[in-house]
């Protein structure tokens, strides 16, 4: 058995669906459909149960699954491993705002507890680039949110938010069980800085500000803007607010997706390890190692 053959594997069983597989494997279905079945031919066992609705396990398929993923854990250790033995081996990490506490790990402590050779950074990013430097290469994965452009990346959705707009605590509409924007339409919203991404700024900004609004660049900055000067923005339901500052939902708003971010052609071993052992994830459902 080839590594590769378990990793299409282990995809097809946590997905359960060969096309939503192959989309995660960045192939298409026809191979990988041949590559189960050549596995199935190897191992003299049927692995799957196939069916118009998607696929299931069987007894067969259950076992191989837990052994396909140990074996892949360990080769990709050994990787590590290898990587780190063979230099200073270092892997930068952005973040932005409070994504990496929002995504209930902290990167740092996590990815060194099981690899300590090697070194990690984490760096903070500003809403200039929702990418926390990954679309400069100034970093090898990001713990952010979405929406931006998604040229070049794979991303991750570790849970989705629902968001509301930041107000201060005497404001009238602070008062308010939820508002919807067309309530917000008459206020000041908080400007992101020039150059941001596109559809960062669509979701963020849905509310066109004034040309005189403030530029901030960090979460606080927005907190600061609302106490001091009342302007609005948005943010997670679940951020920790300062006393002075509250935040009432929107109903019609679509949730602040939460995310993890690489480069789809630069996904090598330490950023494998990184999905893997740092970032939470559902039942049945592993990082990508192709």
């Known amino acids: 058995m080839e590594l590769r053959s378990l990793r299409y594997f282990v995809a097809v069983a946590e997905e359960l669906h060969f096309g939503r597989a192959a989309a995660r494997l960045h192939m298409t279905q026809p191979p990988l459909s041949r590559a ?44 590590t491993r290898i990587s780190a033995a063979a230099g200073a081996a270092t892997l930068t990490v952005g973040v932005l705002a409070d994504s990496a506490e929002r995504a209930g790990v902290t990167p740092a402590a996590a990815f060194r507890e099981r690899h300590p050779d090697v ?32 040229t070049g990346l794979s991303l991750r959705v570790l849970r ?4 509301g707009v930041v107000l201060r605590t005497d404001d009238p509409l602070a008062r308010r069980d939820h508002l919807c924007l067309s309530d917000l339409a008459d206020r000041q919203w908080f400007r992101l800085p020039d150059g941001a991404d596109p559809l960062w700024r669509a979701y963020w ?10 530029i901030v660049r ?30 009432v939902p929107l109903t019609d708003m679509a949730p602040s997706r939460l995310v993890v971010a690489w480069r789809t052609a630069d996904a090598g071993p330490l950023v494998r390890a990184f999905l893997r052992d740092v970032v939470s994830r559902p039942s049945r459902r592993a990082p990508p190692e192709a």
């Open 36 to 79: 189960i079945r050549q596995l199935e031919a190897d191992l003299g066992a049927v692995l799957l149960h196939r069916s118009p609705a998607g696929v299931s396990l069987t007894p067969a398929g259950s076992v191989l699954y837990d052994e396909a993923r140990a074996m892949l854990e360990r080769a990709g250790e050994l990787r």
């Open 119 to 150: 070194t990690v950074r984490v760096r903070e990013g500003d809403f200039a680039d929702p990418t926390a430097g990954l679309r400069a290469g100034l970093v090898d994965v990001a713990l952010t949110r979405a929406p931006f452009d998604e």
């Open 160 to 163: 989705s938010d629902p968001v």
């Open 205 to 214: 900004n849905p509310v066109p500000p004034q040309h005189d609004a403030p």
């Open 218 to 247: 960090t979460v606080q900055e927005c907190l600061q803007a609302a106490m001091w000067n009342g302007t609005i923005g948005l943010t997670a339901l679940n951020h920790a607010l300062p006393e002075g500052v509250t935040v």
